[in-house]
């Protein structure tokens, strides 16, 4: 079952608008949840809110206090005749296939 996402030379893709994943850590140094939303992460970069930590994959770190949003995130293993697939998936949708 797809639930939207795509593994493209690197760079995680949804198919909703094909826009790549912003990681963000937050001011403690701890990963929350990645975002979409790359209007808010230029308002923030502008902002001096948050600062570039890695280009690739592109990786931003909050300067403000935030609380740890994070989600569960569910591993799927296929072990078939011929190959192995796995997935990695929210409730809301497919975060890496291959």
Request: charged share 30%; with cysteine.
């Amino acid at each position: 079952m797809s639930l939207g996402g795509k593994f493209i030379k690197g760079k995680q893709k949804n198919r909703k608008g094909d826009a790549p994943v912003v990681y963000v850590i937050n001011k403690s140094g701890q990963p929350i949840m990645p975002t979409q939303d790359h209007r808010k992460v230029r308002l923030w970069l502008k902002e001096h809110k948050a600062k570039v930590v890695k280009r690739v994959p592109f990786t931003i770190k909050l300067k403000h206090p935030t609380k740890n949003h994070r989600q569960e995130i569910v591993l799927g293993v296929d072990a078939g005749s011929k190959g192995i697939g796995i997935c990695a998936a929210t409730e809301k949708q497919e975060l890496f296939a291959g």
